[in-house]
């Protein structure tokens, strides 16, 4: 049997790359590190992640909190590797990035039908090819495939700066959870008062940016606006974004500041923490002046400074078929944020509705995607233009709520959160049973979902 050949070892990637691989389909995964790095990625391991260490919500009631758990369901290895590696950060899903990485790599190397192929790929391979090359494509590869998608588009993306936790003046810091959740004391957390929010927002206003080229127009993701962005949206915006003190009382005094800077745990020896929704395109030298304006951060040492970069993506809707292949070259897949999902767990669904799609292909069978209620299927949807009007502008998408069909009915706003995930799980559940054999080879480590056995082949 010809291996597929997967370019990028990212989330997608490596996720669509296992999946493949455990039904016995031979894969070649091609990934440009460590002969090459691009200038966000600072280690060699597979499914680095970039930007920030969480994987956001992991409440059974929310639309990622639900993907989570249908991925677990499922058997998927992105998943089960950030349980492993999990850290604390109250009711969000957060890890230990190098002990995350480190288990997607043994989960690989475990792998017999799995070949690795070092270098950067500049043209398409002959056979079935998934492209999860993610938003920093390279501009060979983006080259060769703009026979078939055209013109790329594009958003800019920006990552958060990382300090050293005994940088952190803890005679200001407390620790605290948003409204006590998780284990409570999840976080460090900066209080600031009025005077000192206004300073900060008017520092961020006059700081120096990173320019954009001249070629380029700034085109931000809303759900990953850089803060001074933000900023420039109103003097409050801050303090009902990422510096909401809502849900945070200071332990030491009882009494909730104007506003508040989180830091959020970076590696389960708590020696690192990333400043949360401090997302940026300053200068390194200016975020250094300006952040450590900050209470509590005058002797901040950063690890890791905020930067921006442009995130490459494609028209999926009018590109890809109801399989995710290229209409126009049906032997290519695409995978990952180069679909247009935005976000971790959304990046590794995508790579594992594909690997379902080329083993359909590959078994002689008709793909039958997951049901539009659940949160894979609302990701499916949003590739495939399903859950937008018709002439909407694609563009980059968490998975959300708006993504899933409406609900039947009147439903009180207070419940409508559980009658989605309750109505997905009875979804999956179906298309689990119906879909997949529960005598298959199945090497995942999922219980299955409410007791059906977790999808390895689909019949």
Known sequence: ???????????????????????????????????????????????????????RSDSPDTPVGLLHAELRQLGSVILGEA???????????????????AGVERALASLPELERVAGEV??????????ATGPLTSEALTRALSRWTGDKLYFY????????????????????????????????????????????VGALLTAEKVPPHAFEEPRYFEGCLPIEVMAERGPETLAHG??????????????RSYAVVQLRQEDLGATAYN???????????????????????????????????????????RLLGEDLALRAERRVWFAGQISGVEGYVESAAS?????????????????????????????YRHVTGAAHPPGTEYQPSNVTFGLFPPLAGRVPKSGRREAHAARARAALHSWVRDEFSETSSWTGESAGVDGVAPAAVAR
């Open 1 to 55: 049997m010809e291996p597929v050949t997967v370019i990028g070892a990212g989330l997608a990637g490596s996720e669509c790359a296992v999946q493949l691989a455990r039904r016995g389909i031979p894969v070649r995964l091609c990934e440009m590190k460590p002969v090459r790095r691009s200038p966000a990625h600072r280690t060699d391991f597979p499914a680095e992640l970039v930007c920030s260490n969480s994987f």
């Open 83 to 101: 349980d492993r590696a999990r850290v604390p950060a109250g009711e969000a899903l957060a890890v230990d990035r190098e002990r995350f990485s």
């Open 122 to 131: 500049e043209a398409l391979p002959p056979g079935d090819v998934v492209v």
């Open 157 to 200: 993306d920006s990552i958060a700066p990382i300090v050293a936790a005994d940088s952190v003046d803890e005679g200001v810091a407390y620790r605290a959870s948003r409204w006590g959740r998780g284990d409570g004391a999840d976080y460090l957390n900066l209080p600031l008062d009025e005077a000192a929010y206004r300073a900060f």
């Open 242 to 255: 990422p510096m909401k003190p809502v849900g945070l009382v200071d332990p030491r005094t009882g009494r």
């Open 275 to 317: 400043l949360v929704g401090f997302q940026t395109r300053l200068t390194w030298p200016e975020q250094r002046r300006v952040f450590r304006t900050l209470p509590g951060l005058g002797e901040a040492e950063f690890l890791r400074m905020g930067q921006i970069h442009r995130n490459t993506f494609i028209d999926a809707p």
């Open 351 to 379: 790579g594992y509705l594909v690997a379902l799609a080329v083993a359909a292909r590959r078994g002689g069978r008709r793909f039958v995607p997951p049901p539009a209620e659940t949160a894979l299927g609302a990701l």
